[in-house]
């Protein structure tokens, strides 16, 4: 069972600072293009509905019309990505101290992971067109 987790950070100019509930400590990992050149590489990511952001710099950028992602305007640090509609936010989980029981449990959009890193975890693993679907799903629900 998860157990909710308090975490507190910053962006990288210490501009903005993040208190967040996270709901577990599983990390997921994003191959979709959006994410890859936002990120420079896989998004890996922890998951809150409980999140709170001060300061003044907090930016929000729509790439998509379902999502918008959220960036430090001072130092361009990312901060979140967010369905449009929803307060769960996927928060980068650099951004935060290692806790020791962090494991990374899925991956998204597999099908376009590039072929030149393997990871060695075992996990779920999703293709885009699966990712969607459930989102739709959700939707009806």
Known sequence: MDTPTPLSASCLCGTVEINAIIKSLEIGVC??????????SPYFAIESDNVAFSGNSVKTYDSSDWAERGFCCDCGTHLFYRMK????HYLPVGL???HD??????????????EY???????VCMTGEEVMAQF???DKA
């Open 31 to 40: 191959y979709c293009g959006m994410c890859r050149q936002w990120a420079g």
């Open 85 to 88: 509609g929803s307060d769960t």
């Open 96 to 98: 935060f101290p290692a």
């Open 101 to 114: 029981t962090m494991t990374m449990s899925h991956q998204i959009f597999i099908d376009n992971k590039p």
């Open 117 to 123: 890193y393997s990871f060695e975890q075992k996990t």
């Open 136 to 138: 739709a799903g959700d």
